[in-house]
């Protein structure tokens, strides 16, 4: 199992804050993290548009496109591990974390 944390930082303040956890094994799951996404979303974040309810836990075989397209090669766990899949358009991170 591979755990990684989903950072967002404002503009604003720089605070970081964990805005969801994305798991691998065998297949791809996202949450978003209730302690403090409603936070974040004070701050300026917004829900990624192909996972809006921040409820719900988001299960898929493959990489979702929102953390897919962060990465040159794509679905490479390895790659993932050590890069933090951050894009000059965003203040998103992907830290590995066990």
């Known amino acids: 199992m591979e755990v990684f944390s989903v950072l967002w930082h404002s503009l604003e303040n720089e605070k970081k804050y964990s805005v969801g956890v994305l798991v691998y094994n065998q297949n791809w799951h996202f949450k978003y993290n209730q302690g403090l996404i409603k936070e974040a979303i ?3 974040f917004r829900p990624f548009p192909d996972m809006p309810d921040i ?13 897919q397209n ?4 794509r679905d490479n766990i390895e790659v ?3 890069q ?5 358009t965003d203040k998103i991170l992907i830290k590995h974390i066990k």
């Open 42 to 44: 004070e701050q300026g």
């Open 55 to 67: 409820k719900k836990e988001y299960i898929s075989d493959f990489l979702f496109p929102t953390f």
């Open 70 to 73: 962060r990465y040159l090669e």
């Open 80 to 82: 993932m591990k050590n």
């Open 84 to 88: 933090l899949g951050q894009l000059v």
